[in-house]
């Protein structure tokens, strides 16, 4: 039996991931801060596809969280064959408006849990000789604004890093570059995003549904959505200032601040 473990579990990309993975048969470890919606997400997975689910509340935004999804991704008796990097958050506000500690606090999640996680997994997967690692970046990866997109650029690149540096091992890396997701996100964030037109939402099912194709297929990078892929192809040739000053123009029409 195949075990995932999946951070930021309980909503949004990460809730869509675990109902995708327990339905394809996969055993589960479910990480997230709170620990009752954790456990009702568990109960409902296990009522509709008879997996075992185990789950972790940890803070992914300190050493301790970060320590105990480790050892648990550590432990050899019970071996984790998938991980699913999804914990992430956004802070409203463009950079000296944030507090510096918030932003701090993003690069842990972002970066260090990314980086000591994957670490972790892919220890026990390079012995096994198989496993399956998927980052989730975002477009904001391509697009020069802030604290957010340069934490999800380094996402995307450090996931690049480890597929040429372990080619061979048997293991497949995958950074997932969404847009818009129908999420809890931005509400989280105290960012209004109803004005954002129908046409730049996914679902968060399908996005997982992409990533998984794209994982299958070996690729590395998985943009979802040709509306987007579109996106990231004229973030790669357009100048930075001209698409940063575009990207701070639409996140101005979600941020209440502004």
Same mark, same amino acid.
């Given at each position: 039996?195949?075990?995932?473990?999946?951070?930021? %579990?309980?909503?949004?990309?990460?809730?869509? +991931?675990?109902? &995708?993975?327990?339905?394809?048969?996969?055993?589960?470890?479910?990480?997230? &801060?709170?620990? =009752? &919606?954790?456990?009702?997400? !568990?109960?409902?997975?296990?009522?509709?596809?008879?997996?075992?689910?185990? @789950?972790?509340?940890?803070?992914?935004?300190? *050493?301790?969280?970060?320590?105990?999804?480790?050892? &648990?991704?550590? *432990?050899?008796?019970?071996?984790?064959?998938?991980?699913?990097?999804?914990?992430?958050?956004?802070?409203?506000?463009?950079?000296?408006? @944030?507090?510096?500690?918030?932003?701090?606090?993003?690069?842990?999640?972002?970066?260090?849990?990314?980086?000591?996680?994957?670490? !972790?997994?892919?220890?026990?997967?390079?012995?096994?000789?198989?496993?399956?690692?998927?980052?989730?970046?975002?477009?904001?990866?391509?697009?020069?604004?802030?604290?957010?997109?340069?934490?999800?650029?380094?996402?995307?690149?450090?996931?690049?890093?480890?597929?040429?540096?372990?080619?061979?091992?048997?293991?497949? +890396?995958?950074?997932?570059?969404?847009?818009?997701?129908?999420?809890? +996100?931005?509400?989280?964030?105290?960012? =209004?995003?109803?004005?954002?037109?129908?046409?730049?939402?996914? =679902?968060?099912?399908?996005?997982?549904? %992409?990533?998984?194709? *794209?994982?299958?297929?070996?690729?590395?990078?998985?943009?979802?959505?040709?509306?987007?892929?579109?996106?990231?192809?004229?973030?790669?040739?357009?100048?930075?200032?001209?698409?940063?000053? %575009?990207?701070?123009?639409?996140?101005?029409?979600?941020?209440?601040?502004?």
């Amino acid at each position: 039996m195949t075990t995932s473990l999946v951070t930021g %579990a309980t909503a949004g990309l990460g809730a869509a +991931f675990a109902r &995708r993975l327990a339905a394809d048969a996969h055993d589960l470890v479910l990480v997230s &801060r709170d620990a =009752d &919606r954790l456990d009702r997400l !568990a109960a409902a997975l296990r009522a509709a596809h008879g997996v075992e689910v185990e @789950v972790l509340a940890a803070d992914l935004a300190t *050493d301790a969280g970060i320590s105990a999804v480790e050892a &648990r991704l550590h *432990d050899p008796a019970r071996p984790v064959d998938v991980l699913v990097n999804n914990a992430g958050f956004g802070n409203r506000g463009t950079f000296l408006d @944030v507090p510096v500690a918030d932003e701090v606090r993003m690069i842990k999640v972002h970066c260090e849990a990314v980086l000591r996680l994957t670490a !972790a997994a892919v220890d026990g997967m390079r012995e096994r000789r198989r496993g399956f690692v998927v980052n989730v970046a975002s477009v904001a990866a391509y697009m020069p604004r802030g604290t957010y997109g340069a934490s999800k650029a380094w996402v995307v690149r450090f996931t690049e890093g480890l597929v040429h540096e372990l080619r061979g091992s048997g293991i497949r +890396f995958l950074a997932l570059c969404p847009g818009f997701v129908r999420t809890e +996100f931005h509400a989280r964030a105290g960012m =209004d995003a109803s004005r954002l037109p129908s046409w730049a939402w996914l =679902d968060a099912d399908a996005v997982v549904a %992409a990533a998984l194709r *794209d994982l299958a297929r070996g690729r590395t990078v998985s943009v979802p959505s040709a509306r987007y892929k579109v996106a990231v192809a004229l973030a790669r040739h357009v100048p930075p200032a001209v698409f940063g000053a %575009a990207s701070t123009r639409t996140g101005r029409r979600y941020d209440p601040k502004r």
